[in-house]
């Protein structure tokens, strides 16, 4: 079971990066997601692509209109295009396996995700 995420860097704000999330050897999810982690502060999600049904996407409230996830399911990658990138988005951005976030509100991280991948650090500077 692999999720490689890739793609981080330091970048002005206002600036872009994209990210990748290789998934490998995952079975029985339907979403893949990414996680965010802060010093000092709670995981967040992030965002969310169902890889099932399809259906809309999720974005959490501080990233809507600057971020985009998006799949290519030939390549099994899940990406995140972030864009108007603020010093605020700096964290250790973690992808996932496991579930939408509908039925879990705050709980989703602890119960939705199944499997974790390692992070990739992405620093925004003002």
């Known amino acids: 079971v692999q999720l490689q995420a890739s793609g981080g860097g330091l970048v002005q704000a206002g600036g872009s990066l994209k990210l990748s999330c290789k998934v490998s050897?995952?079975?029985?999810?339907?979403?893949i997601s990414w996680f965010r982690q802060a010093p000092g502060k709670e995981r967040e999600g992030v965002s969310a692509?169902?890889?099932?049904?399809?259906?809309?996407?999720y974005y959490a409230e501080s990233v809507k209109d600057r971020f985009t996830i998006s799949r290519d399911s030939a390549k099994n990658v899940v990406y995140l295009q972030m864009n108007n990138l603020k010093p605020e988005d700096t964290a250790v951005y973690y992808c996932a396996a496991g579930d939408m976030p509908w039925n879990y509100g705050k709980l989703w991280g602890t119960y939705g995700v199944d499997y974790w991948g390692e992070g990739t650090q992405v620093t925004v500077s003002s």
């Open positions: 692509i169902d890889i099932t049904i399809g259906g809309d996407p």
């Open positions: 050897g995952v079975k029985d999810y339907d979403a």
